[in-house]
Every structure is written in C-alpha cells, then in structure tokens.
C-alpha cells in the first residue's frame, strides 16, 4: 500500500528524531574521546563480500540477506552488518598505510529479513566501532570499556558483560572435535538448523536459542579448556586489563557470536530492564577477516550497538531527554504590507545564527500568538502596518509578558542582548 511503510521498516518522525540525534552526538563525543574517526561506508556491496567475509554457515547469508542483481547482472546486497564493509574500505583506500591500528566507527541501516519484534526491525540501525591492525589484548580492553562507556553515558548502568574466548584456527579444530563427539548422539533430537550446523558449524550449535537444544546441548565442552597458549595467555591478559578498568565480567563458554569471522574475543553486552531480548551490544576480534577478503594477515576488533535496541531501552527506564523544538523568535506579520518586510527580517536574522520561523498562513494575531506558545518561542516580533510605517517591531517577551517597540534596523543586537538578558 502507498500509504504504508514496508513490514519490518519505520518511519523516524519529527517528535522522535532529537532522541536519536541525542543518541548519536554520545556516540560521537565517546569516539572523539576514545580518537576514533568516522567511516560511512555505501548501504550496498557485492554479495561476494559477505559471503566470504561473514560466512556462508551464518543465519546472516542463508536467510537473512537482501540480494538482487542489478541492471549489470551483478548481484547486490544490502549491507546485513559493517565490518565487512569496513575491512573492504580499508583495503581499498590503503588505510594500513596510516598511523595503526585504524581506529574507525560508524553509524547508519543495515538491512536483515527477519521477523520484526521489539526493538528490531528489517531496516535497522547500528552504531560500530572498529579497531584494525593491533593483536594485543590491551586494545579488544579498549573496544569493550568504549562500547560500557557508551551506555553508560546514556545512562543504561544495569549492564552485564559477558565475555569468552573462541580460540583460533589452531585450536579450534580440537575443541570443534570435542563438541562433535559430545553432540553425536543428540543431535538428531535437535532442530534442523543445529543438525546441519553439526557438520558445517557445530559450535553454533551452543547459540540456538531453542529451549530443546540448550537443554541437549547442556554441559557440553568449554572452548576455554581447549584453548592454546597463545589464546588461553590472551584471553588471561584481557581479564586483568577488565578488571583493572573497573569492568565487572562474566565468563559465558556458551558465547560465540553469529559471524564465522571471529577468532579469540568474543564479547556480549546485555541490559537486563530489556527481559528476553536483553543483548544491546555484541562484538568480538575477527583476526582471519582481512586476509579473508583479499589482504595481507591483519588482526582487528569490533562491535556493533543495535541503536533501536539502546532506544527502546531508554524508553522503558524514562533516560531520554525532553524535546527541545522551541525557538528564539517567532515573527507575527499582520497584514500583506508587513509579509515582506516579516520575510527579510526572518532571512537575516537566521543567517546570525537566531532560530526563528514566522507565519506562512495569514493568520490572526490571536491565532498566531497561540501557535508561537506551541512551538514555544521565547519572543515574539509582531510587524502590524504602524510597525512597518515606523521601521519598527513590536517584540514581545513570552514568559513575562513584556513588550517593547525595537528599531527593526538594530534588532539584531537588540534582540540578542534581550535574550541573554
């Protein structure tokens, strides 16, 4: 229907846009501090990115994705996640030839088919951060206070990190041989997705959310007791340099993230107000990645804040600020003589940076006095036909009440001192 939005899409209205401006200024100001730069990278790439980059294993690619081919036969995707396209940018422009690692965040929709419920929709939005170039724990440490700071700006402190380790490509072959024989014999009792995940991906298996899997897949094998010593020593540095940030943690052996990507860090932040569908944060290191996608062996880190998450959040605790659409001066012509006179005074008095608006309806003085309460305006400038004979205006003072006759020519100065005063 013309006349209604996509299932699964939303509209960002006027009365609600200033909450996700508040979002993204916190976001921005935590970037700055932390010395992220920003990237905003096109809202569709060639499906061959996210399939190598995400992988082919993921919900992401076997359900979840955009795809279409273009008028060039290419196929196209709409951007699922950014990491992908990030990595691909960071290619491409030849950013490991900077300061390293590359610090870059992001904000902006992505796009997943997926069953709209609360706090997620097919077009949605993220804000990311990520960190390419540095395998030291001491920057996955940094990713993951960036992403608490955040959050706990917004004022969202009820906050639980879960962490883990998934290991790398040395030792996850062991642990993925231990899980399998553990899975063996119930995996048939299982849904359909973990079946074939046992063979492709068995340690997706661990992040079904049906309640009969977990409870088959209960006291399976931990990835940390297989961890080599280069991922167990990693794994314990991150943890003392958590702790010594202040940064409480649990350690979830369940977590291992949607993405094939991910080596070693794997992280998680949930805000528990939020009940079932408490995650508002998850992230992890993804050391193969770039390699992956066609560039030399560089290790990186990152996460992603779904924002209409972190909104619905500070709906539900009454954190998000008030609507601030009032404005300086509100300019009340009265009569077609004073239109023009109105017009110009509006049009230099924007360009000093006064906000301002007047009436476009040639409305009543009543009328018009009543719609600068709503907006609300702080003065009114009131042109009749004896203010434009005299160059004046009549401004008036809207929360005490007084009025005085302003030299049109001048009130400019006039009016800023007034409303400093």
Not at 29 to 41: D, F, K, L, M, N
Not at 354 to 360: E, K, Q, R, V
Not at 389 to 397: E, T
């Amino acid at each position: 229907m013309l006349t209604t939005a996509p299932r699964g899409t939303k509209d960002i209205l006027p009365d609600t846009s200033g909450h996700w401006q508040y979002i993204e200024e916190t976001a921005y100001t935590v970037c700055r501090t932390y010395g992220y730069s920003e990237i905003r990278t096109p809202v569709f790439e060639h499906t061959e990115l996210f399939l190598r980059g995400i992988g082919e294993t993921t919900d992401i690619v076997d359900k979840e994705m955009y795809t279409f081919t273009d008028r060039g036969e290419r196929s196209i995707t709409l951007r699922p996640e950014n990491t992908a396209a990030v990595v691909r940018a960071f290619l491409e422009h030849k950013l490991y030839a900077g300061p390293q690692p590359t610090k870059l965040f992001y904000m902006g929709p992505m796009f997943r088919y997926d069953r709209p419920q609360a706090g997620r929709y097919r077009q949605f939005h993220q804000f990311g951060v990520e960190a390419i170039g540095s395998k030291g724990a001491a920057i996955d440490a940094e990713i993951i206070v960036l992403a608490v700071q955040f959050l706990r700006k917004l004022g969202l402190n009820e906050l639980k990190l879960n962490i883990n380790s998934v290991g790398c490509p040395q030792c996850r072959p062991v642990y993925r041989t231990r899980l399998q024989e553990f899975l063996k014999e119930k995996v048939t009792a299982m849904c359909g997705d973990c079946q074939s995940r046992f063979d492709r991906n068995p340690m997706r298996i661990l992040d079904c959310k049906k309640e009969a899997c977990t409870a088959l897949s209960q006291g399976a094998p931990q990835m940390v007791d297989c961890l080599c010593d280069e991922c167990q020593a990693h794994f314990s540095q991150l943890k003392d340099l958590l702790t010594a940030a202040d940064v409480e943690f649990v350690l979830n052996p369940r977590l291992v993230r949607g993405l094939d990507y991910y080596t070693k860090t794997a992280f998680e932040i949930q805000y528990s107000p939020l009940g079932a569908q408490s995650a508002v944060c998850g992230g992890g290191r993804y050391d193969g990645l770039i390699e992956e996608c066609g560039g030399q062996p560089t290790p990186g880190i990152g996460f992603a804040i779904g924002l209409e998450r972190v909104l619905l959040a500070l709906e539900k605790q009454n954190l998000l600020p008030q609507a601030k659409n009032d404005i300086d001066l509100y300019i009340a012509p009265l009569g077609e003589n004073a239109q023009a006179p109105a017009f110009r005074l509006l049009c230099q008095l924007r360009q000093e940076g006064i906000a301002c608006d007047m009436d476009f309806l040639n409305r009543s003085l009543k009328a018009q006095m009543k719609y600068a309460n709503k907006y609300p305006a702080k003065f009114v400038a009131i042109i009749g036909e004896e203010e434009v004979q005299q160059n004046k205006v009549m401004l008036k003072n809207m929360e005490t009440g007084e009025q005085q006759l302003i030299d049109m020519d001048t009130i400019q100065q006039q009016f800023k001192a007034e409303r400093k005063g």
